[in-house]
């Protein structure tokens, strides 16, 4: 049976926004008919939109939920990435069950993150709980794929408290394992052999405050990154604490770490415990810590999954099937 074909037109009223959403040469319109399989056209300041009925309301809500955050924003240097169009589809797409509702769209907005250089919004259904949980409890575990945001959100998080004055320093740490490469035979000290793996810490820092500031708080002592190994015997005060990799960490050290936290502090413990490096037969301390504490109501330990992956749509299609194979 041939399926059944619609078309809708819907028109907004700015046609400099509408030139943004089309984009140059019409190449966010062209990505947007591959990414939801409908055919749209643009004369004056009306889209029309050919297709499936249920795809071709896909797209209008798309497109709708477009220009109002456009419209929404201020100063001359408004764009609009076809990024922004993913993050949309991927908002309605990730949760067939929840209807994502004007209301819905408001908590997203009301729960954003100001850095020095950006203001950041959930962009899925699962980083709207992470942003939640991060605003609300003091002991955060963030569960999931590369991808989820987990750790540039918790960055992000920390910055804000920061800046605002919550807190007077924020700790970034790791575990010093060696995912596939030895260590030792790298040149210079243990930091500078560190330092390349928390490189997702530093391009975080950076893309949220100016580089002269991330430079001179890091020099203050406002801003410490080390390994966890530097950790031991100390207690944290007022304080933003994030544990990145926390998959890799042992029993002891996720116990160190835990009873770490003092006065006015917070901890963001997050992993993916797809990836533990640790040597075969030795339990990832952030497994246990998950099994150990998830009935304490003052902890709370967020599931995030390949739905709420924000890098390219086809990061999340590789992960599923690494998934699949791993079950075969």
Same mark, same amino acid.
């Given at each position: ?43 004056g ?7 499936n009925?249920?795809?071709i309301? #896909? ?16 100063g ?29 769209k ?7 993150? &100001? ?40 960055v ?23 995912a ?6 790298l040149?210079? $000290? ?7 793996y928390?490189?997702p ?10 580089? $002269? ?8 002592? &406002?801003i410490?990154i ?10 944290f005060?007022?304080?933003?604490v994030?544990?990145d ?26 992993? $993916?415990l ?11 301390g952030?497994?246990q810590?998950?099994?150990? #504490? ?9 599931e ?13 299609e590789?992960?599923?099937?690494? $998934? ?5």
């Amino acid at each position: 049976m041939k399926e059944h074909k619609e078309e809708i037109t819907i028109d907004f009223p700015n046609n400099s926004l509408i030139a943004l959403i089309i984009g140059n040469q019409s190449i966010n319109l062209s990505k947007l008919e591959k990414l939801i399989e409908v055919r749209i056209s643009s004369f004056g300041n009306q889209f029309n939109i050919f297709g499936n009925i249920k795809k071709i309301n #896909l797209a209008k809500i798309i497109l709708t939920n477009i220009y109002n955050n456009l419209s929404n924003q201020k100063g001359s240097n408004i764009a609009c990435e076809f990024s922004k169009f993913e993050d949309e589809f991927r908002m309605l797409q990730n949760n067939n069950t929840k209807k994502l509702t004007t209301n819905t769209k408001n908590e997203y907005i009301s729960l954003q993150i &100001e850095t020095w250089k950006k203001t950041i919004v959930p962009k899925s259904i699962g980083q709207k709980t992470y942003f939640e949980a991060l605003k609300n409890f003091e002991l955060v575990f963030g569960l999931g794929p590369a991808g989820t945001g987990k750790s540039y959100l918790a960055v992000a998080k920390g910055i804000e408290m920061l800046k605002k004055g919550f807190v007077e320093k924020i700790i970034l740490t790791r575990p010093a394992v060696e995912a596939g490469e030895r260590l030792g035979f790298l040149p210079g $000290d243990m930091k500078e052999k560190i330092d390349p793996y928390l490189r997702p810490i530093y391009d975080a820092l950076y893309e949220m405050m100016p580089a $002269d500031r991330v430079e001179k708080k890091i020099q203050s002592g &406002e801003i410490e990154i080390a390994p966890l190994a530097f950790m031991r015997g100390r207690t944290f005060t007022n304080s933003f604490v994030i544990v990145d990799e926390a998959q890799n960490t042992t029993s002891t050290q996720m116990k160190m770490v835990l009873t770490r936290i003092g006065e006015g502090s917070r901890m963001v413990i997050n992993g $993916d415990l797809s990836q533990v490096d640790l040597p075969v037969g030795q339990k990832s301390g952030l497994k246990q810590a998950q099994e150990i #504490l998830n009935n304490i109501k003052a902890i709370k330990i967020i599931e995030l999954g390949v739905e709420d992956i924000i890098r390219h749509p086809i990061v999340a299609e590789i992960i599923k099937a690494y $998934d699949k194979q791993g079950k075969n």
